[in-house]
């Protein structure tokens, strides 16, 4: 008896202190806490290939492992290999499965340049909502459509993982079923301009339609609807006839600078952001709408 009091003691402290299932997933210290540690001096700003890009690596693979997301690429790992003009990197892939096989994907990308270039903004912004994003997805019912989350390696050096993972996509990932990408990239600057662009989102297409929508319960949002953008991880996507929404906030001081830093994020408003892509991904992941037909006849939008 003392023996299974204490075997529950131990298995109730392990819930209590799992950082998975407790907490809000779009926490602002929380947000914070994974921003920081992507965007420290010691991982360099991340550039493929070196000790930064596997340190990176590493927390993401932690928190998707931590989140219990289904490994997504063909060896049973997270981990999809590729070469970033001969450095080897690998995009993340994990998911989350649904009833069906249709698809919704979620990208990030984890890299930026490196070298004193610290890439809070560009990308960890991006990487950290994602994060938030599976996190609140694992705590939800099981979604209708399985929904993909994947951080992508080598954008900097020209949409290398992006275009990598379309070109060679996993078993568990296949284009055909795919009916969404969501992109984050730059979600951490609201501030500069006091905007939030979503590509992509045309009326013509379930995410333009659903935006439209879940827009009025972001007052302190203002969001771009529509409007290509050709820069990004959406492209590749977007050559797939896949439609996109692609998460972008300018950043008129610290583009590709040094000073794009940790301090110079608006965590109230990624918080906001990231609340607001998870309500996209999952009214896509749920609709009840023929995503698959309206691809066919819209594919990545206009
Ligand atoms: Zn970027």
């Known amino acids: 008896?003392?023996?299974?009091?204490?075997?529950?003691?131990?298995?109730?402290?392990?819930?209590?202190?799992?950082?998975?299932?407790?907490?809000?997933?779009?926490?602002?210290?929380?947000?914070?806490?994974?921003l920081t540690a992507l965007a420290s001096p010691e991982l360099d700003g991340r550039a493929p290939g070196t000790a930064g890009d596997l340190a990176a690596r590493a927390l993401i693979t932690e928190r998707f492992t931590c989140l219990g997301l289904t490994p997504g690429a063909d060896d049973g790992t997270y981990a999809q290999a590729f070469d970033a003009e001969g450095q080897p990197t690998a995009n993340l892939v994990g998911?989350?499965?649904?009833?069906?096989?249709?698809?919704v994907v979620v990208g990030a990308h984890h890299d930026h340049v490196g070298d004193k270039h610290l890439g809070?903004?560009?990308?960890?912004?991006?990487?950290?909502?994602?994060?938030?994003?599976?996190?609140?997805?694992?705590?939800?019912?099981?979604?209708?459509?399985?929904?993909?989350?994947?951080?992508?390696?080598?954008?900097?050096?020209?949409?290398?993982?992006?275009?990598?993972?379309?070109?060679?996509?996993?078993?568990?990932?296949?284009l055909a079923k795919v009916v969404a990408f969501v992109n984050l990239d730059m979600v951490g600057s609201y501030s500069s301009t006091r905007a939030v662009y979503a590509f992509g989102s045309f009326p013509t297409t379930a995410a333009g339609k659903l935006l439209d929508r879940l827009d009025d319960a972001y007052p302190k949002l203002r969001v771009g609807l529509g409007g290509h953008s050709v820069r990004g991880d959406q492209v590749p996507f977007c050559k797939a006839k896949i439609p996109y929404v692609f998460f972008w906030t300018p950043d008129a001081?610290?583009?590709?600078?040094?000073?794009?830093?940790v301090g110079k994020i608006d965590f109230p408003h990624l918080a906001m952001i990231a609340s607001l892509a998870r309500d996209l991904v999952r009214g896509l992941a749920d609709s009840k709408l023929d995503l698959g037909a309206m691809r066919g006849k819209t594919g990545c939008g206009k």
Request: hydrophobic share 45%; charged share 20%; aromatic share 4%.
């Open 1 to 34: 008896m003392l023996r299974v009091l204490a075997a529950l003691a131990l298995l109730t402290t392990a819930a209590a202190a799992d950082p998975c299932t407790e907490g809000k997933p779009f926490d602002e210290a929380a947000l914070r806490a994974r």
């Open 253 to 261: 001081r610290c583009y590709h600078e040094t000073c794009d830093t």
């Open 95 to 103: 998911l989350v499965a649904g009833e069906t096989d249709e698809l």
């Open 120 to 174: 809070a903004n560009d990308n960890a912004s991006g990487v950290v909502a994602l994060l938030a994003i599976a996190q609140a997805v694992v705590q939800q019912p099981k979604p209708k459509r399985t929904i993909v989350f994947v951080t992508f390696g080598g954008e900097e050096l020209g949409l290398l993982g992006s275009s990598h993972l379309v070109a060679h996509p996993p078993r568990r990932v296949d």
